[in-house]
């Protein structure tokens, strides 16, 4: 069973938005450091979010400004919000818990006009 599963992509004209989620399956995403990850067609997979558990965040600096990680702990989920997207956004994108190595099957964002 794989421990998060993440939701919400789709298609979307560049300028739109998006809001993913990552739901706690096999784990929980509370007091957890929490990070996204997003895998664009032949291209290797790269870093987008990370959430600690004080509340405080961190992103890559292609999406900063644009994305917000926030979490539910009353939901056991954890959200990507996404606005202003471009073509270059994207791509498969992960949730996971840093320092484990098991990642889900992802939710795919496609960026369009």
């Known amino acids: 069973q794989v421990p998060f599963v993440e939701s919400g992509g789709g298609l979307v004209e560049p300028g739109g938005s998006l809001r993913l989620s990552c739901a706690g399956a096999?784990?929980?995403?509370?007091?957890?450091?929490m990070t996204w990850h997003r895998q664009a067609p032949k291209k290797p997979r790269e870093w987008v979010a990370t959430?600690?558990?004080?509340?405080?965040?961190f992103y890559a600096d292609s999406v900063k400004g644009r994305f917000t990680v926030s979490r539910d702990e009353a939901k056991n989920t954890m959200y990507l919000e996404m606005i202003s997207l471009l073509p270059e956004d994207t791509a498969m994108y992960y949730c996971?818990?840093?320092?484990?190595?098991?990642w889900g099957q992802g939710t795919q964002v496609t960026v369009s006009s």
């Open positions: 096999g784990d929980s995403v509370s007091d957890e450091i």
């Open positions: 959430l600690f558990p004080g509340g405080a965040t």
């Open positions: 996971q818990k840093h320092g484990t190595t098991t």
